[in-house]
């Protein structure tokens, strides 16, 4: 069984830091892409930022200069950085991956459960 779990996250002021986790564990054979998404309350779900298996990132342009996706492939883990925060960066962070597992025959999307990130101005 593939699972993701966030650590990080929590209350930070406006324009502080703060830091993200995502571990893939269990039975793995091999990750593409991870990402990050978050979710404000009364809006819907967006894409922060993606990270390929060889490095390429990309962001969603009211993150870009501000946070820093990466991932250690050997530890099946992303990270975000998250820099000059913002209040309107207040949101529910969720980690996604596409992941093959052991044995398995096509990548599927995996989840986390979701990590509370808010933002006091």
């Known amino acids: 069984q593939v699972q993701l779990v966030e650590s990080g996250g929590g209350l930070g002021q406006a324009g502080g830091s703060l830091r993200l986790s995502c571990a893939a564990s269990?039975?793995?054979?091999?990750?593409?892409?991870m990402a990050w998404y978050r979710q404000a309350p009364g809006a819907q779900r967006e894409l922060v930022a993606a990270?390929?298996?060889?490095?390429?990132?990309d962001y969603a342009d009211s993150v870009k200069g501000r946070f820093t996706i990466s991932r250690d492939n050997a530890k099946n883990t992303v990270y975000l950085q998250m820099s000059s925060l913002k209040p309107e960066d207040t949101a529910v962070y969720c980690c996604?991956?596409?992941?093959?597992?052991?044995?398995?025959?096509?990548?599927?999307?995996?989840w986390g459960q979701g990590t509370q990130v808010t933002v006091s101005s």
């Open positions: 996604n991956a596409k992941i093959l597992s052991s044995g398995g025959a096509i990548y599927l999307n995996y």
């Open positions: 269990g039975r793995i054979a091999s990750v593409k892409t």
């Open positions: 990270i390929t298996s060889d490095g390429k990132t």
